[in-house]
C-alpha cells in the first residue's frame, strides 16, 4: 500500500505538491484569515450598553466613534511615530554591525556574532523588558546610577523608554536579513568603487544601500509590524502612554466590538506598508 503511494507521488508531482501543501494551507486558512475575517466582521456589531452582549446588527458605528475621537487619533499616530521611529533606530544600529560581520569579521569571528546575536531571542520577553524597567526606572534605576555622576538622568518611562526597549527586542531581526544581504554584495565592487575615487558615504549611498535595500526592507516589515501591534512594552515602560494594542487590550473584555475596530487599524496599515514594498519591486529581490 505504502510502496503504491510513493510510486504515484512519484510519477504525479503535482499530487505530491498538492499532498505536501495541502495541511499547511488548511492551517494558514483557519488559524491565521479565520481569524482576521472574525475580527473584520466583530468590528461591524455593537455592544449592548445594558447587558453587555454582543448586538449583530452590521453598522458603522465603531468606526465613526473612533475616527470621530481625537484621543484615538493621537493614539494611532504615537503608535505609528513609535513603529517608524524603532525602525529607523533598528535600521542606524544594524547597518554597521551587519556590514562588520559580512566584509570585516573573518569566518570565526562572524559565527560567533551571529550566535550573539541569537542569544537574546532565547531570554523571555518579560525578562527583558523588566530588565530595562530596572535600569531606565527614575532615580532608582541603574541607568540614574551610572550617569547621575557625569550629570545625565534616565530617561525614565515614557516614549523614548518604548522606543528604546522596542528597538532592543527587535534589533536581531533587522542585523540578520541585512547580514545575509551584504554577504551576497560582491566584495570587488566596493574595491572598484574605490579605486575610481568614490569617497566611502558616496560608495555607501550609490552602491551599497541599493544592493540591499531588499534585506532593509525585510528587516523593516520584522521591525515596524512587531512595534506597531505592541502593548507590554508600553504598558511595562511606557508609564501613562499608551499605544494601540492597549487600547485593544483595554477595550477587549468590556466592548469585544470596539476593540476589534481598533484592531484593524495595525493589519490596515500593514496591507498598505506590504503593497507599497511590492510596488517597489523589493520583495521579489529578497
Known amino acids: 500500500m505504502l510502496q503504491e503511494v510513493a510510486n504515484t507521488m512519484h510519477k504525479r508531482p503535482k499530487l505530491r505538491l498538492f499532498a505536501l501543501l495541502t495541511a499547511p ?24 450598553s445594558f447587558t453587555g452582549n454582543v448586538v449583530q446588527t452590521f453598522n458603522f458605528g465603531n468606526f465613526q466613534d473612533m475616527f470621530s475621537d481625537a484621543a484615538y487619533k493621537n493614539v494611532v499616530l504615537r503608535t505609528l511615530g513609535i513603529a517608524g521611529a524603532v525602525t529607523v533606530l533598528c535600521t542606524i544600529l544594524a ?23 541569537l542569544t537574546p531571542l532565547w531570554a523571555s520577553y518579560l525578562v527583558k523588558i523588566y ?37 532592543y527586542l527587535w534589533l536581531p531581526y533587522m542585523i540578520l536579513p541585512l547580514y545575509a544581504g551584504l554577504s551576497r554584495l560582491p566584495s570587488n565592487l566596493l574595491d572598484a568603487s574605490g579605486d575610481l575615487g568614490a569617497h566611502n558615504w558616496y560608495t555607501f549611498r550609490r552602491i551599497i544601500l541599493p544592493l540591499i535595500f531588499p534585506s532593509l526592507v525585510a528587516g523593516s516589515m520584522f521591525t515596524f509590524s512587531l512595534s506597531l ?31 476589534a475596530t481598533i484592531a484593524t487599524i495595525p493589519v490596515t496599515i500593514m496591507a498598505i506598508y506590504l503593497w507599497m514594498v511590492r510596488r517597489t519591486g523589493a520583495l521579489a529581490n529578497l
Not at 111 to 116: E, F, G, Q, R, Y
Not at 155 to 161: I, K, L, R, S, V
Open 25 to 48: 494551507i488548511l492551517w494558514l486558512v483557519v488559524a491565521y484569515l479565520g481569524a482576521l475575517a472574525t475580527l473584520l466582521i466583530n468590528a461591524f456589531f455593537t455592544i449592548d
Open 95 to 117: 547597518i554597521p554591525m551587519a556590514f562588520y560581520m559580512a566584509k570585516i569579521a573573518k569566518p570565526e569571528t562572524q559565527k560567533i556574532l551571529v550566535a550573539l546575536i
Open 131 to 167: 530588565a530595562w524597567r530596572t535600569m531606565l526606572e527614575p532615580g532608582n534605576g541603574v541607568l540614574d546610577w551610572l550617569l547621575g555622576p557625569i550629570g545625565f538622568k534616565s530617561p525614565g518611562f515614557g516614549g523614548p523608554a518604548i522606543i528604546i526597549g522596542l528597538s
Open 229 to 259: 501591534g505592541d502593548y507590554i512594552t508600553a504598558t511595562i515602560i511606557g508609564g501613562k502612554l499608551q499605544m494601540l494594542g492597549n487600547v485593544v487590550y483595554q477595550n477587549f473584555s468590556i466592548n469585544l466590538p470596539f476593540a
